[in-house]
């Protein structure tokens, strides 16, 4: 092994485990090399990675493969099998020495770095989980753990987590007016986010409530019943020990598509649309006056019909929201899954959209937005 001992501890369950010490001198002793050795070096150190090793005892001093007592500083280092195999793949299918260096250095800059709370771009490659791309294809929802399709207006989880773990850290704070439901306090709580909801309907946030206090978490989480266009977000943040909120997440009735309540400070209650994104910027305001320099507003929207004419939501929501002085990052277009008001009645709706000349809602918009620094 490139005049240096196999760095490998151990492969287990798809995680191989390194001592970070004898594997960066492994990786430093390959630069000497030309890059034909280069090649074989990887290619043969690849399937010493790739067989699986199951130890009695954990990995540590007495489970080492390869250990050697001199080098143990800076502790164990583990990767996913896959994440690693793809970089010393990209070593070993360099055509020049330069090239190979260039990747070798690359892998040590990661070794070297521990994953850091929230996004550490020197380990980019470890967050499959994170989608980037602006289009959402989300087949079906979660029902695990506390999540409840019953609710009708609720968005799938996999929304509130990919935001709270692409903008947010743990310990931070989120906001949400619109809590509904819970389904983003369930997923907050289940990655150490702090949270804060607002409901209109007192009955949600009881349920929330009682189901969040099962779970066994480091987050905090402050819930209230009321009229979002009437809270001072900035004081009741205040209250609760907090200076500033690091995402709001916004998911308002797509005004009277569904009638939450019959109160009329419910926003799927307004009388008009120009009333309806009055309320909405309200909202925006005082939760936008709440978020830290640099943090994250996210907005989830869909269009509506009213009187034969598709009227874009999204987009005059968007307006409001960089009314507030926000960036626009990203428009994300998901599709949008049978409701239950829809299902079993696509042939209808498909006869209605050819009779009338419109098209069928399959998509609806979440709006990134971002407070400038
Ligand atoms: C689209 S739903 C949000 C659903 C939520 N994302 C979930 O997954 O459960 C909109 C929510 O806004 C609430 N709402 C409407 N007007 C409000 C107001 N003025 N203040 C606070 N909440 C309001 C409704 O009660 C409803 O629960």
Avoid at 125 to 139: A, C, G, K, L
Avoid at 168 to 191: N, Q, R, W, Y
Avoid at 299 to 309: C, L, P, Q, T
Avoid at 343 to 365: D, T
Wanted: aromatic residues 10%; contains cysteine.
């Amino acid at each position: 092994m490139a005049g240096s001992q196999n760095p490998v501890m151990a492969n287990i369950d798809g995680e191989v485990v390194f001592e970070r010490a004898v594997l960066d001198r492994y990786l430093e002793s390959l630069k000497s090399l030309a890059i034909s050795e280069i090649r074989k070096e990887v290619d043969s150190f690849r399937e010493s990675i790739s067989t699986k090793v199951t130890l009695d005892a954990p990995p540590g001093k007495n489970g080492l493969i390869g250990f050697d007592e001199s080098t143990q500083t800076g502790g164990d280092f583990r990767v996913k099998h896959a994440i690693l195999d793809r970089q010393l793949e990209q070593i070993s299918g360099s055509r020049t020495e330069d090239r190979a260096i260039y990747y070798i250095e690359r892998l040590r800059k990661y070794v070297s770095s521990d994953r850091k709370e929230g996004l550490d771009l020197n380990r980019w490659q470890d967050y499959d989980e994170i989608i980037t791309d602006s289009f959402w294809n989300v087949e079906s929802r979660d029902r695990s753990e506390m999540h409840d399709a019953g609710y009708w207006g609720n968005f799938v989880p996999l929304i509130p987590r990919q935001l709270m773990l692409r903008y947010t850290k743990p310990g931070d704070l989120v906001l949400e007016p619109f809590m509904g439901a819970g389904t983003t306090l369930f997923e907050a709580v289940s990655i150490d986010r702090n949270y804060l909801g607002v409901d209109i309907i007192g009955e949600l946030v009881e349920k929330a409530r009682a189901k969040v206090s099962g779970s066994m978490t480091k987050s905090k989480y402050f819930l209230y019943t009321g009229n979002s266009c009437e809270t001072d977000f900035s004081s009741l943040l205040r209250e609760n020990g907090f200076e500033a909120s690091d995402l709001v997440i916004m998911h308002p009735p797509y005004h009277d598509i569904i009638h939450f309540t019959d109160d009329p400070r419910d926003l799927s209650n307004a009388s008009s649309l120009d009333g309806f994104l009055l309320q909405f910027s309200r909202i925006a305001a005082s939760c936008v006056s709440t978020l830290r320099p640099g943090g994250y507003l996210a907005a989830v929207i869909g269009d509506k019909y009213a009187s034969g004419e598709w009227v874009p939501l999204g987009f005059l929501v968007m307006q409001e929201l960089a009314r507030t002085g926000l960036i626009l990052k990203s428009i994300v277009v998901k599709n949008f899954n049978r409701t239950r008001g829809k299902r079993g009645q696509e042939r209808l709706w498909r006869y209605r959209a050819l009779a009338g000349g419109y098209y069928v809602f399959k998509h609806e918009y979440i709006l990134v937005f971002r407070k400038p620094a």
